[in-house]
């Protein structure tokens, strides 16, 4: 039983890091972009509407759970999928400490002007960029934790 449960922790893992990678390049490219021009209170509340449902729960729930899983295997995929979960944890840090708070702050934000608003939703796609490239690294490296694991016919030694 442990074997299938791990195996199915990994599993939706990669796959919920595949879908959180490419919705943020998808809202980095298009939805995002909309935003310079606009006053936030004009904005989509993609937080609530989307990423509560994908990441923001979901995925650190998953990092959490990997986590625990990555530590007990003992296989060739362990360092691999090590590595997923700390860069992840990395960035479930860098998503709550700044980019919900920022986001959300300005979506709010009454009294700045828009250049002031523009330059910090600048900055916020900037840095963006950055939780883009941890993101794609920690599903590399579940993909490849995904991959010996496989190949060994299991995700966790007894």
Do not use: C
């Amino acid at each position: 039983m442990k074997k299938s449960v791990h195996e199915v922790l990994l599993w939706l893992f990669v796959i919920n890091l595949g879908i959180a990678f490419g919705a943020g390049i998808y809202e980095a490219r298009i939805v995002i972009p909309g935003f310079a021009d606009a006053p936030p209170h004009t904005w989509p509340n993609t937080g609530l509407l989307f990423w509560v449902y994908v990441t923001t729960g979901p995925l650190t729930l998953l990092t959490l759970a990997n986590t625990y899983v990555a530590l007990k295997s003992r296989g060739p995929q362990r360092k691999w999928h090590l590595a997923a979960v700390g860069i992840l944890i990395v960035e479930r840090l860098a998503t709550f400490s700044y980019f919900i708070p920022t986001m959300a702050g300005l979506m709010g934000a009454e009294g700045l002007s828009q250049g002031e608003i523009a330059a910090a939703l600048s900055e916020w796609q900037l840095y963006n960029h950055g939780r883009h490239l941890l993101t794609l690294s920690g599903w590399l490296a579940a993909l490849k934790a995904l991959t010996l694991a496989s190949r060994q016919g299991e995700t966790k030694d007894s």
